[in-house]
T-cell receptor, first 114, second 110 residues
Framework: KAGVTQTPRYLIKTRGQQVTLSCSPISGHRSVSWYQQTPGQGLQFLFE???????NKGNFPGRFSGRQFSNSRSEMNVSTLELGDSALYLC?????????????FGPGTRLTVT | QQQVKQSPQSLIVQKGGISIINCAYENTAFDYFPWYQQFPGKGPALLIA?????SEKKEGRFTISFNKSAKQFSLHIMDSQPGDSATYFC?????????FGKGTRLHILP
């Protein structure tokens, strides 16, 4: 099976702009989660989508939003970018099996805000 | 109650030594404890995982030790190699919720 893919891999934006990141989960996975990773902060949970519905949400401002399509692909949008939004944005697809809830991460999108 | 505390933040080990990373949790309802390994420029990858009904799980040079009464679990990397240099995240999950530790940056000296 192909892994989780994220596009673009790198992005440079200017403060005040908006950005859309895309994630294609592993085939058959219906859950997609988004994380922000910055040095020293670990993996900060943004939100999770399951069957086109936001199921869980982290503590991020409303500038961060997402959606999921019927084919399970997901997009994340950040509006009015701030310098502090510079980070690696990771998408993880998951399936709740009998064994456990396991997440499989994509390579991430490196966002730089100048 | 939802936190997973991971230590140390960074660790330097000589090649051939044992690397040990510790995690502690509070919510006794967690029922699955995975470890992830992340190399620079890559996303985290599932390395090894354990359930609370088992005290130890070994896969190659990687071992998870689990202490249910202390609500602690740890990752041991035996015969550490330079290629093991990466950031390691512990996690705890229940149902569709997973909580990650803040990560440990491991550096193995050649």
């Amino acid at each position: 099976k192909a892994g989780v893919t994220q596009t673009p891999r790198y992005l440079i934006k200017t403060r005040g702009q908006q950005v859309t990141l895309s994630c294609s989960p592993i085939s058959g996975h219906r859950s997609v989660s988004w994380y922000q990773q910055t040095p020293g902060q670990g993996l900060q949970f943004l939100f999770e989508y399951f069957s086109e519905t936001q199921r869980n949400k982290g503590n991020f401002p409303g500038r961060f939003s997402g959606r999921q399509f019927s084919n399970s692909r997901s997009e994340m949008n950040v509006s009015t970018l701030e310098l502090g939004d510079s980070a690696l944005y990771l998408c993880a697809s998951s399936v709740l099996s009998v064994a456990a809830y396991e997440q499989y991460f994509g390579p991430g999108t490196r966002l730089t805000v100048t | 109650q939802q936190q997973v505390k991971q230590s140390p933040q960074s660790l330097i080990v000589q090649k051939g030594g044992i690397s040990i990373i510790n995690c502690a949790y509070e919510n006794t309802a967690f029922d699955y404890f995975p470890w992830y390994q992340q190399f620079p420029g890559k996303g985290p990858a599932l390395l090894i995982a354990i359930r609370p009904d088992v005290s130890e799980k070994k896969e190659g040079r990687f071992t998870i030790s689990f202490n249910k009464s202390a609500k602690q679990f740890s990752l041991h990397i035996m015969d550490s190699q330079p290629g093991d240099s990466a950031t390691y995240f512990c996690a705890a999950s229940i149902g569709d919720k997973i909580i990650f530790g803040k990560g440990t940056r491991l550096h193995i000296l050649p």
